[in-house]
């Protein structure tokens, strides 16, 4: 057997392995230096504290988007995806994924350059895929679980206890996500943090609705005074409702949802499995005919690729209904 394919082929499996293992430990329990630091520190002493972890290149890149518009984007992505990583972290692993996939598509379609180009490029939305998939996730179940911690509250307000007393017993009683941010509410206050920003910095990890109007009415009552209680248990009532509506359309809307990414994938998942299995007979799509300038190809892609665009759109905004 030729040893240099063999080398080709370790290699390329080396590649999938480490970016199993870096997605594997991404999504992993934190460190317990880690985990306590999470508990007692908002995200930027963390950050700061995690330098001395960084690699030369990730503390490059953290150096180069710190305090930019880009840097606090990809920040805000990944605390409400939950995911324990710094702005150069994530950029590194975009990096590491592009290659490693481009590597695997320009090995597999025969060295060929148009293989490794679309591998680079369906590699550098994976990890995006991935964190988007888990903000979608975690702000579901937050707001799901939304209207039992306001429940909890009201009768904790009732019960003799104060906004603070009550939020730390939502930390302790309900499960994760929203006892996790609760708890790094009170935390944040416990260090010195005054509620507002505390509050304001949860509504930055969970960009809810409902949150923002839970957290109007907190800082309003503390504002100008009223029975929390009686608000609350409005507003519990209201959310309660929208939750259980947003469900029944949910339920209503995947299948529409789902056919849109379908139809949308489905032309570039035969176009690529032609290409790998018989280049040749995709090739003649793209040779021009009578001396044109422009293969038809191209031009026919154009237009499939504005009318997939177009379709997807559409039937994602026919799925998208405000409660």
Known sequence: MNPILILWVGGGLAVVLLLVGIII???SERSLVEERLGQYV????????????????????????????????????????????????????NIISAVGVGFVLWFIG????????????IGLFLP????????SKRLVRFNDQLADMLNLMVNGLR????????????????????????????????LGV????????????????????????????????????EILDTISHTI????????????????VMYSGKFLAVLPLFVMGVLYLLNREYMMEFFKPENNATIPC???????????????????????????
Request: hydrophobic share 40%.
């Open 159 to 190: 019960a003799g206890y104060s906004t603070s007393q009550a939020m730390e017993a939502v930390s302790r009683e309900l499960p994760p996500p929203i006892s996790d941010e609760f708890r790094r509410v009170v935390q944040e206050m416990q």
């Open 25 to 27: 430990s991404i999504s």
């Open 128 to 135: 995006r895929m991935y964190v988007n998939r888990q903000q």
């Open 110 to 121: 025969g060295q060929s350059v148009i293989s490794g180009l679309i591998g680079a490029v």
């Open 42 to 93: 908002d995200s930027a002493t963390l950050e700061d504290q995690q330098k001395q972890k960084a690699t030369p290149l990730t503390d490059w890149l953290n150096r180069r988007v710190e305090g930019s518009s880009w840097g606090d984007k990809i920040s805000k992505k990944l605390a409400r995806a939950d995911i324990k990583m710094k702005p150069g972290e994530y950029i590194a692993l």
């Open 240 to 255: 309660r409702e929208r939750v259980r509506i947003k469900g029944e359309i949910r339920v209503l809307t995947t299948q």
């Open 194 to 229: 005054p509620m507002e920003r505390a509050l304001d910095n949860l509504l930055r990890r969970i960009p809810s609705d409902d949150l923002d109007l839970v957290i109007t009415a907190i800082n309003v009552q503390r504002e100008v005074g009223g029975n929390l209680a």
């Open 297 to 323: 190809g191209y031009i026919s892609l154009a237009i499939s690729a504005i009318l997939i665009a177009i379709g997807y759109f559409v039937m994602t905004k026919i799925a998208e209904i405000e409660v």
